[in-house]
C-alpha cells in the first residue's frame, strides 16, 4: 500500500460514550489527529447514526446505559447498511474474556482504558488501514468493486446455492456527464449507491452484496425471491431522484441537449433511467463463474437494447416505465 493512501481522504469516525467527559476527549484527540468525529451518548443514537452518516470507524464503548457494547455490536452487523464498518470496543475491563467476546460478535479490535492520545491514535490509524488493505472499495461509491463481486460470485457457485444478480446500468450517464461535468456526475454515483442500500435493507439480508463494477456499473447479489418487487421499485427511485439533478432551465425545457458516444448532438429527457439484467442462477443453472459472466453480458446488452427503465430476465422483460412514471 502506497503511503499516501491514508493521507488522501478524510476519515470520519463515530465516537460512542455515554460519559460526556470521555466523549469529549476522545473527539479531542481523534480531531488534533485529523478526524472527523460524530458522537452518540448510548446505543440506540450510535445505530442510528451510524445509518445515516455511515462512518469508516466505530469507537464504542461497552458499558452503555441503554444496551451494552456488545448488542450494539450485533445490532451493526445484523443491518444490511452498517454491517461492514469496522469496530473497536473501549472497554475499561482488562479481562480476556470480555476481549474474546467482543471478538467474537464481530468486533475488529480493542483498546482498554486508560489510553494515551498516542495509543488512541495508533490503534485507530492501523484498523483503518487494514481495513483498506482487506477491503476492495470504490472510493467513490464507497461498494463493495470487481473484486468483491466475483469473489462473492465463486462462493455461491461453491455452495451451490440458490442466488440471483442484478446487473445495473444507468443510462445516458456520458451525455450527462458532458452537459453537466464530472462533479455532478459523482453526485448521481452517490445517489445510486444510497438508492441500491435502501432498496437492499428492505429486500435483501445482511450477507448480500451490492457492488460497484465501475463507472456507472453496479451489481446486486442476493438470495432474496422478491427480486422482481426489489428492481421495480429500483427503477422508480432512481428515475425520480434523478431530476434534482437537473439544472432549472432544463427542467422547465424538459430535456437537456449533450452528445451520443457516436458524437451525435441530441436531445435528452430530464430524468435518468435504469437498465438491469437479471441473471438467476436456480438449481445449479451455473457452474462456472466464466458461464455467468458471458449470460449476463448478453442479457445486459439486450437491455440496453430495448431503451431505459426496464428489467429484463432470462428473456422476459418489464414493459419500459420511462417517464409514465413522472
Not at 458524437?263 to 433511467?273: A, I
Amino acid at each position: 500500500m502506497q503511503k499516501d493512501e491514508m493521507a488522501d481522504r478524510e476519515w470520519k469516525i463515530l465516537v460512542v460514550d455515554d460519559e460526556p467527559s470521555i466523549r469529549e476527549i476522545i473527539t479531542f484527540n481523534l480531531e488534533v489527529g485529523g478526524y472527523i468525529v460524530e458522537a452518540a451518548e448510548d446505543g440506540e443514537e450510535a445505530i442510528q447514526k451510524a445509518k445515516e452518516c455511515y462512518p469508516d470507524l466505530i469507537l464504542l464503548d461497552v458499558m452503555l446505559p441503554d444496551m451494552d457494547g456488545m448488542e450494539v455490536v450485533k445490532a451493526l452487523r445484523s443491518n444490511f447498511r452498517t454491517s461492514a464498518i469496522p469496530i473497536i470496543l473501549v472497554t475499561a475491563k482488562r479481562d480476556i474474556h470480555d476481549k474474546v467476546a467482543g471478538m467474537k460478535v464481530g468486533a475488529d479490535d480493542y483498546i482498554t482504558k486508560p489510553f494515551s492520545r498516542e495509543d488512541l491514535l495508533a490503534r485507530v490509524k492501523m484498523v483503518l488501514r487494514r481495513t483498506l488493505e482487506m477491503r476492495d472499495r470504490n472510493p467513490l461509491s464507497n461498494l463493495p468493486g470487481n473484486v468483491s463481486i466475483e469473489t462473492e460470485i465463486l462462493r455461491r457457485l461453491e455452495e451451490k446455492s440458490d442466488f440471483s444478480i442484478l446487473y445495473i446500468d444507468i443510462d445516458n450517464f456520458k451525455p450527462y456527464n458532458d452537459r453537466y461535468g464530472y462533479s455532478k456526475g459523482d453526485q448521481i454515483i452517490k445517489m445510486m449507491a444510497e438508492v441500491m442500500l435502501v432498496i437492499a435493507e428492505e429486500y435483501c439480508a445482511p450477507d448480500d452484496l451490492i457492488g460497484h463494477i465501475g463507472g456507472d456499473d453496479f451489481a446486486l447479489i442476493t438470495r432474496s425471491k422478491k427480486i422482481d418487487e426489489a428492481a421495480h421499485l429500483l427503477l422508480l427511485e432512481f428515475c425520480q431522484r434523478s431530476r434534482e439533478y437537473f439544472s432549472q432551465e432544463d427542467r422547465a425545457r424538459g430535456f437537456f441537449t449533450s452528445t451520443t458516444r457516436s458524437g451525435e448532438t441530441k436531445n435528452f429527457p430530464c430524468n435518468l433511467t435504469l437498465s438491469i439484467a437479471i441473471i438467476q442462477n436456480y438449481n445449479q443453472q451455473f457452474t462456472r463463474y466464466g458461464q455467468l459472466a458471458n449470460a449476463a453480458a448478453e442479457l445486459k446488452a439486450y437491455a440496453k437494447s430495448k431503451g431505459g427503465n426496464r428489467f429484463v430476465k432470462e428473456r422476459r422483460e418489464t414493459p419500459s416505465l420511462g417517464t409514465a412514471q413522472e
